[in-house]
């Protein structure tokens, strides 16, 4: 069945490091992959998406790449900050459209001043 | 209001209630979601409306029953519940446009406690 893959788990960094969080996915076909951050005790909020015609897109701090030959995604987060603190999301699309995702099992991810 | 709204917050049930979650959203989207959160799965996609039809119900147990009267709301009605299906229900909306996908906006969710 199609499967999103998600790690680390867990990831602890120091405040200005940079953190990666990789995605593999199954269905070759997919091609949209949001990055959603859901932070405690709040709703997940789309941060950053990637579509399969490019392969690396930016918004400051944030970036995402895709590698379709390997079918992997990751989000890039530079100069992290306390409040980058929280749980990041990806996600691929289920077959059949209607705007279905599959998402990873979540990264939390913890900033130390 | 703006966004998408959940009522209740929280909700704590006996396996015998019945109860319903209400979702509203106020984007002037075509679809919306139902999801599951738990420690276990940490984002379990449930139901999908699109232009009020239900088009997955993702192998969901009948005890939840999903209903989308017009495009701005959704319900989940519950019954006979069973203490695994405490979590947090997610609701979201998007707008589905033929070129690919749209954001989706997730609510705060209702955190139901069965016991």
């Known amino acids: 069945g199609e499967n999103v893959e998600q790690h680390p788990s867990t990831l602890s960094v120091q405040e200005g490091d940079s953190a990666v969080i990789k995605c593999t996915y199954s269905d070759s076909a997919s091609n949209y992959f949001p990055w959603y951050k859901q932070e405690l005790g709040k709703r997940p909020q789309l941060i950053i998406d990637i579509r399969s015609n490019v392969g690396e897109k930016k918004d400051q701090r944030i970036a995402v790449t895709l590698n379709k030959t390997a079918k992997h995604f990751s989000l890039h987060i530079t100069e992290t900050q306390p409040e980058d603190s929280a749980v990041y999301f990806c996600a691929a699309p289920l077959s059949g459209g209607y705007n279905k995702l599959i998402f990873g099992a979540g990264t939390r991810l913890a900033v130390h001043p | 209001e703006t966004g998408v709204t959940q009522t209740p917050r929280h909700l704590v049930m006996g396996m015998t209630n019945k109860k319903s979650l209400k979702c509203e959203q106020h984007l002037g989207h075509n679809a919306m979601y139902w999801y599951k959160q738990s420690a276990k799965k940490p984002l379990e996609l449930m139901f999908v409306y699109s232009l ?64």
């Open chain 2, 52 to 115: 009020e039809e239900r088009v997955e119900n993702n192998s969901v147990p009948s005890r939840f029953s999903p209903e989308c009267p017009n495009s701005s709301h959704l319900f989940l009605h519950l019954h006979t519940l069973q203490p695994e299906d405490s979590a947090l229900y997610l609701c979201a909306s998007s707008q589905e446009r033929g070129t690919g996908f749209g954001e989706q906006f997730f609510g705060p969710g209702t955190r139901l406690t069965v016991l």
